[in-house]
């Protein structure tokens, strides 16, 4: 914005004092009625930093696990859905379970030792016993899947072994467990191998 002032002047002629001494008055006002705005926006920005300051300083010592947990994954926002690392652990090869049994395997080998909770890729091979109407039915969870989920399922039609295979991603909570299970319906020995071969952070 451009300002003016009161009075002009044309080269060769006399300017009249009370005139001149008017231009120097009102270049004066403006300059304390920008001096004022400055002061005033200086103002609000302390203002606005201190509301700011108390913001950040709220105690959320009675937060709530559910508020923890939202506030843990804004902090870890960068980290959430990560990249996948691939990271390959041979959990188990030939391993036999009986029908109803559970196998549990601790993967801290495989992830990092930080506290966090990371989204594995699992993957499992079955076969069942060479016996006709063998079944192989295997289910999978971890520390922090309370549930079993159904991972694997073979049957044999003949006398002989029925292969299975699969692969999918579950949630490791910070005990590091994965618990792989045989169903009660399963029918003869189980046998499998079970392997991981990746990860990535989800909080």
Known sequence: MTYGVPYSFVPGTKA???????????????????????????????ECSSSLSQKLNIDLSNISEEGEAMFDGMAYADDLDGNWT?????????????????HAYSVSSALPNDGKIYEVLVAITAQTAATSGAIAHLFVNTDKMGTKKP????????SSVAYAANACSVIVGTGRKINISSSSSSVGATIYDFEIYAYRKVR
């Open 16 to 46: 009249k004092a009370d005139e001149v001494n008017a231009n120097f008055i009102d270049i004066l006002d403006k300059i304390q009625t920008a001096n004022t705005r400055i002061d005033t926006a200086e103002e609000t920005l302390e």
């Open 86 to 102: 691939e990271k390959y652990v041979s959990c188990a090869v030939s391993s036999t379970i009986s029908t109803g049994a559970t």
């Open 151 to 158: 991972l694997i399922k073979a049957v044999s039609r003949h």
